[in-house]
Each structure stands twice: as C-alpha cells, then as structure tokens.
C-alpha cells in the first residue's frame, strides 16, 4: 500500500511539474487576454510570476499595482465582449519574450507589453499598460 501511494504522489508531482514547464508563451498570453476581455481570471494566477508589476499610465500619472492587488482588480473590472485584441510578438528566444497586446475598445485603444521569463515554466513578469 505505501509502494502504491509513493508511486501515485510520485506521478502526480511529476504531471504537475510537466504541466507547468509545458506551458507555452502562447498559452500565458491566452490566459492574459481571457482576464483583461472576457473577465476570466481563474488561470490568471498561474501565468504571473510572484514578483509582477502592472505599470499603467494615465496621462503623467503612473500606477504600479502587485499579483495580488492585479487579480483582485481584474476580478471587480468590467467586461467587454466586443473588444478586439492583435498580439506582437517583439523579442522573443528560449528564456525570454516581449509581446505587445492591443485590446480596441469602442474609441480607444490600450497597448500592454507583457515580459515573460522562463525558469520553470513561462511566466509574466511585468506589464506596462498604456492607452491611445
């Protein structure tokens, strides 16, 4: 039985390990933008490193917010289903990327550029939020 149990949790590390390590840019991106368009914050988590800074700006002000204080943000934030959104990808090789995320609201559009950094699986590290 103990064998049994070893081998189950063994197996189970070891999914949970790959998944993570698996998980490509295009995925981090695709959690990111089903948060900020469609509400959906449940993969959110797993896509920010714990370290992130959100920088928005508006006009001369700038507004720095954490993981913890982004999610809970985004969990109160409004939808908007018609949004349109254009990915870029500026830079990118095996550990680092820089991706520019154009959301097009009725009347404006706001720009994100995401950092992604990959030690155990992609993760977002910072982002730098503006508006045209």
Same mark, same amino acid.
């Given at each position: 039985?103990?064998?049994v149990a070893l081998l189950l949790v063994c197996?189970?590390?070891?999914?949970?390990? #790959?998944? @993570?390590?698996?998980?490509?840019? %295009?995925?981090?991106?695709?959690?990111y933008i089903n948060a900020i368009a469609n509400?959906?914050?449940?993969? !959110?988590?797993?896509? /920010?490193?714990?370290?992130?800074?959100?920088?928005?700006? #508006?006009?001369? %002000?700038?507004?720095?917010?954490?993981?913890? $204080? /982004?999610?809970? +943000? !985004?969990?109160?934030?409004?939808? +908007?289903?018609?949004?349109?959104?254009?990915?870029?990808?500026? =830079? @990118?090789?095996?550990?680092?990327?820089?991706?520019?995320? $154009?959301?097009? +609201? %009725?009347? +404006?559009?706001?720009?994100?550029? !995401?950092? !992604? =950094?990959?030690?155990?699986?992609?993760?977002?590290?910072?982002?730098? =939020? =503006?508006?045209?």
């Amino acid at each position: 039985m103990a064998g049994v149990a070893l081998l189950l949790v063994c197996v189970g590390a070891n999914a949970a390990k #790959h998944t @993570s390590a698996g998980q490509t840019t %295009d995925d981090v991106v695709t959690a990111y933008i089903n948060a900020i368009a469609n509400g959906k914050t449940a993969d !959110l988590d797993k896509v /920010l490193d714990n370290s992130v800074q959100f920088n928005t700006k #508006h006009g001369s %002000d700038i507004t720095t917010l954490d993981k913890t $204080e /982004l999610i809970n +943000y !985004l969990k109160n934030d409004a939808v +908007y289903p018609a949004v349109k959104t254009n990915t870029t990808v500026m =830079s @990118s090789d095996d550990a680092n990327a820089k991706i520019k995320v $154009e959301f097009q +609201y %009725d009347g +404006y559009t706001r720009v994100d550029v !995401l950092v !992604l =950094s990959k030690t155990f699986g992609w993760k977002i590290n910072s982002i730098d =939020s =503006s508006t045209k």
